[in-house]
């Protein structure tokens, strides 16, 4: 069977990952702990809906005016003697950042994790023409150490003990470490500092970029992008284009938006606004700035009524950790950088194939639950219904995924069989694993929000929960909320009816 | 390779130029309205108006700067004059044996006599001769004392600007950071000091601007949480007046 060996190694993977319980365990950990941090965090704050809805219309006004802003951002940037460019896909921004590099005569380069830089799979580029990438925050150094794939869960070494750490640092040191989380991450300072104050050149991510004065914006806990970003004599911001705000101001809105959704912290640990290289007379600061602005699909939604409102995304993962699907068997990745039910949305639609529709979104599209988590507002669960209906339109939609589909909205239709068949995770799992076949995109929570998880919860091991976790799992998921319920309910009503009076789509243009 | 390197930035920029162009038509076309030149009406700029007329008392952001300080694993004390804070230092620095110090240079600091009254440490004072490595000094330093610019109670932050006197380094790279906050530039709200970059405009900016908000951390060991695994692990606020 000669065709079949993606697919033999896509099942193989899918068996791998739902066997996996210890995998499944630290996924829901630290979903859960998140989403409470979050919830914590929403409700002492107060006036959440507010806030959202000022995130939203600050996003939905920036995006509808892209052109004037980021040109603006552009011509400040300039001005403060950044050298920007573009590129509008993949290619072109490793194609720049390579001659950079060559430039730069770079034997290294320290990375700060960002989405972008794994879209563009930079690593693997960049080892391509002998530079050293170093990967700088702490779990994903020891990713990076063990030569394991870029982490495919929540947290990247999380499949890794204290001793499987210290075993690996060991042999980086050439010397015995005990298996004490704090010698362990004392050694990743000192060996990590000798590798900032060596490389050449320093790259990170951008949260935010202010159009108003050209600066931009880093959330972050472990003060490894601040680093990268002050230690190297040339520093690379990989930027998303939509990234834009219009100043700092409204950075005000995005701060009190972005820690509290995703990890529920006031503030991250550091927030830093960078306008342009060192000056003159600094004695530190990358003497050299680059941006590149990379589009690489996103202006495919420009202009899209259905899904323009994508580019509003604040990357917080907010939406991941309230995802049933996500949380009951999420964090392995297969294949994709973006994960989740954004992932399931942005994936798609960045790589212009409607057909790379997977299972996650008919789970998602019925809940709603990752609109109403969202900080600005992105109605998720309608554009999983576009999407797939899109798909179906298109000639793509398989039949297997048609009886799904009916499957799941008989079960959706007749609530007298919610209550026993409903527990959410057993749905989502079946929805996944149906016809065999994992063709889930769920890649890493991990990198989808840099500053990632430093959960500022009350107290709670890792392991005292651990046994805890062990039981729920085993003894299935909690009810669906109520709330939750009706809508799933509501929307398949509403679907049948419209099916029933042969109403198609509306006008996608 | 004959280009030099100026010439290749210049290349570059010209590329940059000519496809800046090509991007920001896509982008008004995809939108389809005309290039926009002009700066649109923002109605929505900034935070809520009901935020914005929220102001805590001196006491309360004492309070609540002090608790989120806290509450992240940071320090705090809370002392009436300069002189009580160079005490807190010198104690601190023989408490835990600092053998290398680095500090802004700033006047409040200088004023400090650090120098003077820190026998058995070597205190160095951020880019006062051109020679040295400075990023490496603050690299190996103990300790690193800063003024704060600004301060948020509400989110329990300080923040600090580069300058030539000012270093990134010297927030980031010492083992130990020391952080001194003025009362009077203790704010409640965010807004309150993001606001000031807005009104000084694009050409008024540092290169650096940070906010901090406690020791460095990350959970990525076990889930367990770890400080200063890159940034300074204790943070000591000192909020001074
Ligand atoms: S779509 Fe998801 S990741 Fe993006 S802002 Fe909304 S909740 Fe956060």
Redesign the pocket.
């Known amino acids: 069977m000669a065709g079949s060996k993606t697919e033999a190694t896509v099942k193989a993977r899918a068996d791998l990952a739902l066997n996996d319980e210890f995998l499944r365990k630290a996924v829901r950990f630290t979903t859960e702990r998140l989403r409470n941090g979050k919830k914590k965090a929403t409700d002492e704050h107060g006036n959440w809906e507010e806030w959202r809805e000022r995130g939203k219309q600050i996003r939905l006004h920036t995006i509808a005016h892209l052109d004037y802003y980021l040109n603006l951002f552009v011509n400040n940037a300039r001005a403060n003697g950044v050298h920007v460019h573009f590129a509008n896909n993949a290619e072109e921004a490793v194609g720049l950042t390579l001659d950079i590099a060559e430039h730069a005569n770079a034997k290294s380069v320290v990375k700060s994790k960002s989405m972008v830089s794994e879209e563009l799979h930079l690593n693997h580029a960049l080892e391509s023409i002998n530079v050293e990438a170093v990967e700088t925050d702490l779990g994903e150094y020891i990713i990076q150490l063990a030569g394991e794939m870029p982490s495919h869960i929540v947290i990247p070494a999380i499949h890794k003990n204290r001793y499987q750490i210290a075993d690996l640092l060991s042999k980086e040191a050439g010397y015995t470490l005990p298996p004490d989380t704090t010698a362990l991450a004392g050694f990743v300072r000192k060996k990590l500092r000798e590798k900032f104050l060596e490389a050449e050149i320093g790259m990170t991510g951008c949260n935010f970029a202010i159009a108003e004065t050209g600066s931009m914006v880093l959330f972050e806990n472990e003060g490894n992008a601040r680093m990268v970003s002050t230690v190297p004599k040339t520093q690379i911001t990989l930027m998303g284009m939509e990234r834009i705000i219009p100043s700092w101001s409204d950075l005000e809105v995005m701060a009190t ?1 972005l820690p509290r ?2 990890t529920g912290q006031k503030l991250t640990m550091y927030m830093s606004g960078i306008t342009g290289p060192r000056r003159d007379k600094d004695a530190d600061g990358p003497d050299e700035m680059h941006i590149i602005i990379i589009d690489n699909g996103r202006s495919l939604q420009l202009g899209d009524p259905e899904f323009q409102e ?1 580019l ?9 950790n ?1 995802c049933p699907v996500y949380r009951h068997i999420g964090g392995h990745a297969y294949g994709s950088t973006y994960s ?3 992932g399931a949305v942005l994936t798609p639609s960045l790589n212009k194939n409607i057909a790379e529709w997977d299972d996650i979104a008919n789970a998602s599209s019925l809940c709603g639950a ?1 609109y109403e ?6 109605p ?1 669960h309608d554009m999983l219904v576009y999407l797939r209906r899109r798909k179906v339109e298109s000639g793509n939609g398989s039949k297997i995924e048609a009886i799904g589909m009916q499957g799941f909205a008989t079960v959706m239709g007749n609530s007298s069989r919610l209550g026993g068949v409903l527990r959410l995770g057993k749905l989502g799992q079946k929805l996944v694993v149906r016809s065999g076949v994992i063709k889930t995109k769920l890649g890493p929570l991990k990198g ?2 840099t500053y990632r998880v430093t959960p500022s919860l009350p107290k709670e091991s890792f392991r005292d929960r651990w046994d805890t976790l062990d039981q729920e799992l085993k003894q299935g998921l909690k009810q669906m909320e109520p709330s939750m319920q009706n809508r799933m309910e509501e929307l398949v009503r509403k679907r049948e009816q419209d099916e029933k009076q042969g109403k198609g789509g509306h006008g996608h243009g | 390779m004959a280009d030099t390197h100026k010439q290749w930035l210049e290349k570059l920029e010209a590329n940059s130029r000519t496809k800046q162009e090509q991007f920001m038509n896509d982008i008004a076309a995809k939108l389809r309205h005309p290039r926009m030149y002009e700066k649109p009406q923002h109605p929505f700029r900034g935070a809520p108006d009901f935020w914005n007329t929220f102001e805590w008392t001196e006491e309360e952001r004492i309070k609540g700067f002090t608790e989120n300080f806290l509450s992240v694993g940071g320090h705090v004390a809370r002392l009436q004059t300069m002189e009580d804070a160079k005490a807190y230092i010198v104690n601190k620095a023989e408490e835990m044996s600092a053998k290398y110090v680095v500090r802004q240079n700033e006047p409040e600091l200088a004023a400090l006599d650090l120098e003077g009254s820190l026998a058995e440490s070597q205190v160095s004072v951020w880019n006062t001769d051109a020679d040295q490595y400075w990023r490496a000094r603050a690299a190996e330093a103990d300790f690193g004392i800063v003024m704060a610019d600004h301060a948020v109670a509400y989110t329990g932050s300080v923040t600090v600007l580069s300058s030539p006197e000012k270093g990134r380094s010297v927030s980031l790279l010492p083992t130990v950071l020391i952080i001194i906050i003025p009362l009077e530039r203790l704010k409640t709200r965010l807004g309150e000091v993001l606001v000031t970059f807005d009104e000084a405009g694009r050409e008024k900016l540092p290169a650096g601007i940070h906010f901090i908000s406690g020791p460095s951390r990350s959970s990525d060991i076990e889930n367990d949480l770890t400080i200063g695994v890159h940034g300074p692990g204790i943070v000591y606020a000192l909020l001074v007046g």
């Open positions: 938006l959704s995703a994508l509003n995304c604040i990357r917080c993962g907010a939406c991941l309230a989740g039910p954004i990752c988590a969202c900080p600005v507002k992105i998720l989808w929000n």
